[in-house]
């Protein structure tokens, strides 16, 4: 039986870690086709116009899977549904036709006095329903 | 009825003050390569004005004959270390106060018989590491001459910590592992390190002698690389105008490190943090 090869692993300081990838990473697209470099930089600027877009929350795995599945059948983007999702909640929450005070319970966390907690037919909302 | 609670609240207490209680320990950081222009003198220069600022109190030693840490601070050279091992005047008479929380053993050409006279003593390789002991400093740095003589020994056996500054080329490697054997003739002594760090110096991320030189040290030291400090013109003005890189240029590159997206990789501050992980333990 042939062995795997074993390989040593080093650890790095995190940022000697990611300057030492990003370079690398700089060198192996420098080898790349012109065209390619050029592809791969346009990404670069793409994802970094949308960094500041960027957020994240922890989401019941149901709200995640739910958004998938509507915007893989809408063919839209999931985080533009995410954004109406959010829009109208918000929308609705300063018309006061939201009322959190059935979730709340408090929290024994120091950072927050309270927590809600959800119902399950809200929280398996995003589920699928066979047949629909 | 239950026990009334203040007898055991006040033992608890009184504990935790016990195990809070700390010894005030000085930290001794040496600046060491035997290779010349690798950044020893600038990195201590910033990271002791650095550490002085978060209101450490901190002490830089000149053991330099060419007397540099006291230009770099706008001041004449003087013979500091010559007085307090030659002339046995005490820490307390011979330091400068250069800025808040930090103070200067400064160097000049006098340093040169400070290695005569310490070459003739008893005990020669401690003299250093006594004349240090009880300072009061929270932080003790030394910057080392380019050399291997019985005063660099003094600084290699005064330290826990050593720093070896390297710019990245083709013999940075070799000068770090000389240090390294240095240091570990030392520890055969039965003298103890807490520990020492790589800080690239130099750095400039755009060549790939830097990546390959850069991926060579990695590999062999691991995590005893600190993060690089980005190679910068402004970091050779500051010292033409006897400031420190916080006081010249607290922008710049050589501080802040490189941007990548939303965080900063390298520089000075970066290399501070982990100098304050090494002091706070």
């Not at chain 1, 090869?5 to 370079?23: E, F, I, S, Y």
């Not at chain 2, 800025?99 to 005569?116: F, I, M």
């Not at chain 2, 033409?240 to 050589?254: F, H, I, K, N, V």
Request: hydrophobic residues 40%; positive net charge; contains cysteine.
């Amino acid at each position: 039986m042939v062995e795997a090869k074993k390989v040593r692993r080093t650890t790095l300081d995190p940022a000697v870690a990611d300057l030492l990838k990003g370079m690398q990473q700089k060198q192996t697209e420098s080898q790349l086709p012109r065209r390619e470099r050029e592809k791969l930089s346009r990404e670069r600027a793409k994802i970094q116009s949308r960094r500041d877009q960027r957020a994240t929350y922890d989401l019941p795995r149901s709200i995640r899977e739910g958004l998938r599945v509507l915007a893989e059948d809408l063919r839209l983007p999931a985080s533009q549904l995410a954004t109406l999702a959010l829009a109208r909640f918000l929308n609705e929450y300063q018309n006061g036709s939201i009322d959190l005070g059935q979730y709340k319970q408090p929290s024994r966390s120091p950072r927050y006095d309270w927590n809600l907690v959800f119902p399950e037919e809200i929280v398996f909302a995003g589920r699928r329903k066979k047949g629909s | 009825m239950g026990r009334p609670l203040l007898p055991i609240l006040c033992v608890f207490l009184y504990d935790e003050s016990i195990l809070t209680l700390r010894v005030k320990m000085t930290m001794i950081f040496a600046f060491a390569n035997q290779k010349g222009g690798v950044g020893k003198t600038t990195s201590a220069v910033t990271l002791a004005d650095g550490l002085a600022r978060l209101k450490r109190r901190t002490l830089l030693v000149d053991l330099d004959p060419q007397g540099h840490l006291a230009l770099s601070f706008g001041l004449d050279k003087s013979p500091g270390l010559y007085r307090l091992v030659c002339l046995d005047e005490p820490l307390s008479e011979v330091v400068q106060s250069i800025r808040p929380n930090l103070d200067l053993v400064a160097g000049d050409k006098q340093t040169e018989k400070v290695k005569r006279q310490i070459t003739l003593a008893d005990f020669r390789e401690s003299i250093l590491s006594d004349l240090l002991a009880n300072s009061g400093y929270d932080v003790i740095l030394l910057d080392m001459a380019p050399s291997l003589d019985v005063l660099h020994i003094n600084g290699l056996i005064a330290a826990e910590w050593v720093v070896i500054p390297t710019r990245l080329d083709a013999l940075a490697v070799d000068g770090v592992k000389e240090i390294l054997t240095t240091m570990a003739e030392i520890g055969q002594n039965g003298h103890r390190y807490r520990g020492y760090s790589i800080l690239p110096t130099f750095f400039d991320r755009t060549t790939r002698e830097t990546l390959i030189q850069f991926e060579e040290i990695t590999r062999i030291f691991g995590s005893n690389v600190w993060p690089p400090v980005p190679q910068d013109t402004r970091v050779r003005e500051t010292a033409a105008y006897g400031q420190t890189l916080w006081e010249y240029s607290p922008d710049s590159s050589s501080v802040e490190g490189y941007l990548d997206g939303r965080q900063r990789l390298g520089g000075y501050r970066q290399v501070l943090g982990r100098m304050l992980e090494v002091i706070d333990g």
